[in-house]
T-cell receptor
Framework: ELKVEQNPLFLSMQEGKNYTIYCNYS?????LYWYRQDPGKSLESLFV?????AVKQEGRLMASLDTKARLSTLHITAAVHDLSATYFC??????????????FGTGTLLAVQP | NAGVTQTPKFQVLKTGQSMTLQCAQD?????MYWYRQDPGMGLRLIYY???????DKGEVPNGYNVSRLNKREFSLRLESAAPSQTSVYFC????????????FGSGTQLSVL
């Protein structure tokens, strides 16, 4: 059974600091996704990582995927308040190929303090 | 610029009542999904439709039925609501996996008393 674990579950950080969110998953997959959710809102796609060693960057966020370690990281550089949200990673169950049947992690609530 | 539209946004039911959540997308996507989100948990897939006329169970299908009415619409029905179905429900759609990301609707907050 595919399980997806994120840590930390809650992260309070100061503006200007760097930090990393980790996403581990339990079975083989080479398709991992990162989403952002603002309080009371829907989910917004951030990154799609489709191969070992994939790295994607947008603004202060950078995501990477190591399929051998079954690990993805979301690195935050010089955090700003606008990045405060809950971040989810999700892995494709991929029965017989890519399906977009995603298993989500429990999410990391990020609070950026001034 | 609508994307994925869900109705209703809020609903309160009594145990045993039935209701249908509606979802429509205007992006010509083949795949549509229903997820539920519970506090402290990620999203869990209820049902999935790869194309018009096809549906498939996800992680937590019990107590739900779905209909892919046409390419645009994918509805979720609770035949006899239970308190355990209190949750936020999200509909999503995507083009062809794996490169296509999911686009989510704004969610339905459902309370079953």
């Amino acid at each position: 059974e595919l399980k997806v674990e994120q840590n930390p579950l809650f992260l309070s950080m100061q503006e200007g600091k760097n930090y990393t969110i980790y996403c581990n998953y339990s079975t083989t997959s080479d398709r991992l996704y990162w989403y952002r959710q603002d309080p009371g809102k829907s989910l917004e796609s951030l990154f799609v990582l489709l191969s070992n060693g994939a790295v994607k960057q947008e603004g202060r966020l950078m995501a990477s995927l190591d399929t051998k370690a079954r690990l993805s990281t979301l690195h935050i550089t010089a955090a700003v308040h606008d990045l405060s949200a809950t971040y989810f990673c999700a892995v494709d169950r991929g029965y017989g190929g890519a399906t977009n049947k995603l298993i989500f992690g429990t999410g990391t609530l990020l609070a950026v303090q001034p | 610029n609508a994307g994925v539209t869900q109705t209703p946004k809020f609903q309160v039911l009594k145990t045993g009542q039935s209701m249908t959540l509606q979802c429509a997308q205007d992006m010509n996507h083949n795949s549509m999904y229903w997820y539920r989100q519970d506090p402290g948990m990620g999203l869990r897939l209820i049902y999935y439709s790869a194309s018009e006329g096809t549906t498939d169970k996800g992680e937590v299908p019990n107590g739900y039925n779905v209909s892919r009415l046409n390419k645009r619409e994918f509805s979720l029905r609770l035949e006899s609501a239970a308190p355990s179905q209190t949750s936020v429900y999200f509909c999503a759609s995507s083009g062809t996996p794996p490169t296509e990301k999911l686009f989510f609707g704004s969610g339905t907050q459902l309370s079953v008393l």
